[in-house]
């Protein structure tokens, strides 16, 4: 196990003139397309890496000529407007709910790149010129590629789907979320999801409760320890699927069960389903008559793993060092929400 960042990018976001294409939009309509650039978002794309767009320009002319492109389709929430770049590559951020510190930016413009840079020092900047060698940059080359990663973008465009209609809604949010016909399936980890469940520790930050990340053979180890359970949940809606989008280790001992990680993906938070996955847990504990306790390290981005432990009936009984030992009180056992269909698989 280790607690070491590993920087990798989620997103790149991308300038439009002189960057994704030669020319300026407004002053000459026939600008062409760069076959290098569109070779980087296939690349990319592929990786699991997203992108989006922070661009001076005008917004309708610009999708129109990324649809003659064909290339429309790879961009996530693109900011096309008059406004600063920074505020564009925040807001990018904030609509997809990753850090900031996951985002790359590509301008042909050093000062844009000065002005990001300032604004957000996390982000990777990086001048159009050098475009093409943006693949073989390490924080560019995820240690395993998964099903997951290359459904990444059809992913959040579903999402995009749900919030649209979830927008739409006329009624309560629970009747909203009853209308998705939600499938959540916890099960044991199979070899087959253990890089899905490397990813998972390394992607996610704010749903992560102890902030560790583990390797793809460190959880093969604790997949095939007696001692231990590793479980993955999965996700789908009348939307499509999810992915795997949960992950929870637990060590087993005679007296007491500990939480040694729990996580989930950002994309899901909300829809309801945080607690689900520790819901079956101190159910599971229960009927097995032993306690349960959780580790938890605060970081400065998983309080709502905090919020949720504190609600479901975890109190602070120790500490080692960083670490929070948090154990249930035995009586908080909540069901699964009416508007989610959880199947758990032995």
Not at 48 to 61: C, P, T, V, Y
Not at 265 to 276: D, I, L, N, T
């Amino acid at each position: 196990m280790t607690t070491t960042t590993v920087t990798t990018v989620k997103c790149v976001v991308w300038d439009l003139d002189n960057t994704v294409w030669d020319g300026v939009l407004l002053e000459d309509g026939d600008v062409t397309l760069r076959p290098a650039v569109v070779e980087v978002l296939r690349t990319l794309d592929e990786r699991g890496i997203l992108h989006s767009i922070a661009s001076r320009n005008d917004h309708e002319a610009a999708m129109a000529k990324l649809e003659e492109f064909g290339i429309a389709e790879y961009f996530l929430h693109p900011q096309i407007h008059w406004g600063n770049k920074s505020d564009s590559v925040r807001a990018v951020a904030e609509a997809i709910n990753i850090g900031i510190d996951t985002l790359a930016f590509v301008d042909d413009q050093p000062f844009e790149r000065d002005e990001v840079g300032f604004a957000h020092p996390q982000v990777l900047c990086i001048d159009a010129l050098d475009a093409p060698e943006i693949p073989e940059l390490p924080a560019m080359r995820p240690r395993f590629v998964t099903a997951d990663s290359r459904e990444r973008r059809h992913l959040y465009r579903a999402d995009i789907r749900r919030k649209d209609a979830e927008q739409a809604h006329r009624g309560t949010d629970e009747d909203f979320l009853a209308s998705l016909g939600m499938r959540f399936t916890i099960a044991p980890a199979q070899e087959r999801d253990l890089q899905r469940a490397e990813e998972l520790t390394v992607r996610t930050n704010q749903l992560n409760a102890t902030g560790y990340t583990y390797s793809y053979e460190e959880l093969d180890a604790f997949r095939r320890s007696p001692d231990h359970d590793l479980l993955v949940a999965g996700l789908e809606d009348t939307y499509g699927t999810y992915g795997k989008i949960g992950l929870a280790l637990v060590e087993r001992g005679e007296d007491a069960w500990t939480v040694k990680l729990l996580l989930m993906s950002c994309r899901v938070m909300s829809r309801g389903v945080g607690s689900v996955l520790l819901n079956h847990l101190i159910r599971s504990a229960h009927d097995a008559g032993v306690k349960l306790r959780a580790e938890f390290v605060p970081t400065n981005r998983n309080r709502t793993m905090f919020v949720t432990y504190k609600f479901s009936g975890f109190r602070e009984v120790g500490r080692n060092g960083d670490v929070s030992v948090l154990e249930h009180d035995g009586t908080h056992i909540q069901g699964f929400p009416p508007y989610m269909d959880v199947t758990v698989e032995h």
